[in-house]
């Protein structure tokens, strides 16, 4: 799993959690913040940066970031809590949607993010940097059968919310959230799958009032683990 962070942004929202930066020149304010949180760090020759995709914006600087949060299922478990937010992922395809989907749920509370291992874009440089650095603060799960996973977190209490577009869903705004949630996103374009869905305790959407029929899915994502944290908080939508 790569472990690297792109661009000045990234370097000073991270600071604390970088092991180690690549630099292309001196620049005294940013040497002297590096020695400030004693982070070791190499200056480098242009050719280190050019061995990355243009796309990802690095700015000539590489931050070599600390263990990222990976526990298995079992751990999940042992660890919950009376109120508990799990986000699950059906076969997300885009990089970018998902570095964005991973930083919404750590800043709104998510306990862990569960992924499939195949049929789902994995963890890439793409990914770390659009979540911008919430990869390395909340726990991520990778399983080979969703659908057993689910099963699993209902024999522990959980109730399953599924992100859906059919006759089945309902205003989330109209349905009662319980303590310990699993929320369920799909792909870009197919959504979450028929096998998965048929699982789920309650198939919820997004009500639309303009001309658009859907949201992007890390948008809608969003919008949903907003609306169930502020439950759990008891706060008012």
Not at 70 to 93: C, F, G, H, R, Y
Not at 205 to 213: A, D, L, N, V
């Amino acid at each position: 799993m790569s472990n690297l962070l792109f661009g000045k942004k990234a370097l000073l929202e991270n600071i604390n959690s970088i092991n180690k930066v690549h630099i292309l020149k001196i620049e005294q304010k940013t040497i002297s913040l590096l020695k400030a949180h004693d982070i070791p760090f190499i200056i480098e020759k242009q050719s280190y940066f050019a061995k990355f995709n243009k796309n990802l914006n690095h700015q000539n600087i590489v931050c070599e970031l600390k263990q990222t949060k990976t526990i298995t299922l079992d751990e999940l478990l042992e660890s919950t809590k009376q109120k508990s937010i799990i986000l699950v992922l059906d076969s997300l395809q885009d990089p970018q949607n998902f570095g964005a989907i991973i930083r919404s749920a750590e800043a709104l509370g998510v306990d862990a993010i569960i992924y499939k291992k195949d049929g789902q874009v994995q963890i890439n440089d793409f990914v770390i940097k659009s979540s911008t650095g919430a990869i390395n603060h909340i726990p991520l799960i990778r399983v080979t059968n969703l659908v057993e996973t689910i099963k699993q977190l209902k024999q522990h209490n959980y109730w399953v919310y599924c992100s859906t577009l059919n006759d089945k869903s309902k205003n989330f705004n109209h349905v009662n959230f319980d303590d310990k949630v699993v929320l369920i996103v799909g792909n870009e374009q197919k959504g979450v799958s028929p096998l998965v869905a048929s699982i789920a305790d309650f198939q919820i959407k997004i009500p639309m009032y303009g001309s658009t029929q859907s949201l992007n899915v890390s948008v809608a994502t969003g919008i949903l683990l907003n609306h169930i944290a502020q439950k759990h908080k008891g706060e008012k939508w």
